[in-house]
């Protein structure tokens, strides 16, 4: 008996499903942080799921990286 990897399930669309490369394993694969994953995640899903609201995640998941990772204000 074999279990299908779950990285051939998506939950909730197939915005991601439909891609070449999946923005998980991308971010997995080049060992990337909350934050850039979170900017990767965002920015490729846009035009398919969230539309302009993802696109104002990614502007704030860079400002949150700015703040936190850099001890700056945006």
Not at 23 to 29: D, E, R
Not at 34 to 48: E, L, N
């Amino acid at each position: 008996m074999s279990a299908e990897s779950s990285l051939n399930t998506q939950v909730d669309g197939d915005h991601y499903s439909k891609l070449t490369i999946q923005p998980i394993t991308y971010i997995h694969s080049n060992n990337l942080d909350f934050f850039q994953g979170s900017i990767v995640k965002y920015a490729t899903r846009h035009k398919d799921k969230g539309g302009a609201a993802d696109l104002r995640k990614v502007i704030h998941f860079a400002q949150l990286a700015i703040e936190l990772q850099y001890r700056e204000k945006p």
